[in-house]
């Protein structure tokens, strides 16, 4: 059984860096995917960011590219998203996500297993 959790939400000023964690337990992640997703109120969720834990290729939105970075710790069996030049519009819940499977994904219902979710909240 996967678990994830996440960390790392909070406050920040517009401008400004946060980042995020999601620790993972269970089985072997070499053959996994996973990504960070995003969801604001009275919005779907959507797509972040995604790495393949094997080799770190990875995927972003075009509204993060530049600006997040989606890293993982095979040693820690956690992956990250180093947020920068934070926006108002980046303010959602965050939630972190795997699946078995080589092919990076950007669908939500591409997914399998779900953390919990952490807020970011950015201020103007």
């Known amino acids: 059984q996967v678990q994830l959790v996440e960390s790392g939400g909070g406050l920040v000023q517009a401008g400004g860096s946060l980042r995020l964690s999601c620790a993972a337990s269970g089985p072997t992640f070499s053959s996994y995917g996973m990504g960070w997703f995003r969801q604001s109120p009275g919005k779907e969720r959507e797509f972040v960011a995604a790495i393949r834990w094997s080799d770190g290729r990875t995927d972003y939105a075009d509204s993060v590219k530049g600006r997040f970075t989606i890293s993982r710790d095979n040693a820690k069996n956690t992956m990250y998203l180093q947020m920068n030049s934070l926006k108002p519009d980046d303010t959602a819940v965050y939630y972190c996500?795997?699946?078995?499977?080589?092919?990076?994904?950007?669908?939500?219902?591409?997914?399998?297993?779900w953390g919990q979710g952490t807020q970011v909240t950015v201020s103007s």
């Open positions: 996500a795997a699946r078995g499977g080589m092919i990076l994904r950007t669908g939500v219902r591409d997914y399998e297993y």
